[in-house]
């Protein structure tokens, strides 16, 4: 063997040596490196992401109003975190149906997540910091905003996101429109107060003048902010007593009866005391109980339009 090596030229004994050394001719190491994927950014709200060059496996992780931007879209999640009870809402049946179950508090179990190697996950400025920072070791974050005033940049987040942008710019026109010609006709009820609260565990909830229906009513349609409202910097619960304070001239009133059987029970019997049957709102035939579905998010695309047909519906009809 020692004899044939001399044999053989000095230039080709170090090209063979080379390819030993490295694991044979076609230079495999054993620092087997994948190379790193193409990304791109995304801009959001004065921020930047980024995310795969080409965007498929989109998790939405405690993010209802994303399911609803999914719905005009037909951009179903890959996978969604599960209400508390264990289910999907049920009013996104047609976009969850095939999607990965993902536990509630997901953040807590994130290597579920994580193994399913997500592209980006989409929750919301709810989420806390902490969780967010969970949540970046399975992929990149991003907060959607629950300020009612940024929903047709939340409809265009998700489509800029998936790379389907074909549709966006009708959707905002049309509902931009359905806004303008509802205020119009609203002009003779400025002086008139209207209120949506929430029945939930036995309690009236409002939100703040910015979050679900609110920006909707009172800046883009310009009706009056009630004080219960105006004062709310978080979901705050109201007794009945204040809501009697408040006195709204129209209300409406969202009880998940399919969801939440027991706060439906409970809501019957408010409704059979004096501080109730005594609201100008319900003596004048204008309290409305799920003149939109209860468990819409508010503040969408989607929902504002559902929030529209309500008023034209029960209010200019």
């Given amino acids: 063997m020692y004899r044939r090596l001399l044999t053989i030229p000095m230039t080709a004994l170090l090209v063979l040596l080379a390819a030993c050394s490295t694991g044979g001719p076609s230079g495999n190491s054993s620092d087997n490196t994948a190379e790193p994927k193409p990304t791109r950014a995304v801009e959001y709200l004065g921020n930047s992401y980024k995310v795969p060059a080409r965007t498929k496996q989109i998790a939405f992780v405690g993010s209802h109003g994303s399911y609803e931007d999914a719905l005009l879209l037909g951009i179903p999640p890959f996978a969604a975190t599960l209400d508390k009870n264990g289910t999907f809402p049920h009013e996104y049946a047609t976009i969850t149906q095939n999607a990965k179950h993902l536990p509630w508090n997901v953040a807590d179990n994130v290597n579920e997540l994580s193994a399913l190697q997500p592209d980006v996950i989409l929750t919301t400025d709810k989420t806390t910091a902490e969780d967010v920072q969970k949540l970046q070791s399975a992929a990149t974050v991003i907060p959607v905003s629950t300020n009612g005033a940024y929903w047709a940049e939340n409809l265009r987040l998700l489509a800029d996101v998936r790379g389907r942008e074909e549709s966006v710019d009708t959707l905002i026109q049309k509902l931009t429109q359905n806004i303008q010609n509802t205020r119009d006709k609203l002009v003779s009820f400025q002086d008139k ?18 979050e679900r229906y ?10 009056q902010a009630p004080d219960i409202v105006a004062k709310a910097a978080e979901r705050s619960p109201v007794t009945i007593e204040a809501l009697a304070q408040a006195d709204p001239d129209f209300l409406f009133v969202m009880v998940d009866k399919s969801g939440a059987p027991a706060d439906a029970a409970a809501f019957e019997q408010v409704q059979q005391g004096s501080p109730w049957t005594g609201l100008r709102a319900v003596k004048a ?4 109980l799920n003149a939109v579905d209860p468990v819409l998010a508010g503040g969408t695309v989607y929902s504002n339009q559902q929030f529209l047909i309500a008023l034209q519906k029960h209010v200019l009809k």
């Fill in 285 to 288: 035939n204008q309290a409305f």
């Fill in 193 to 210: 107060q209207f209120l949506t609260v929430w029945f939930q565990e036995g309690s009236f909830f409002v939100y703040p003048q910015n």
């Fill in 214 to 223: 609110n920006h909707l009513l009172y800046t883009e349609l310009g009706l």
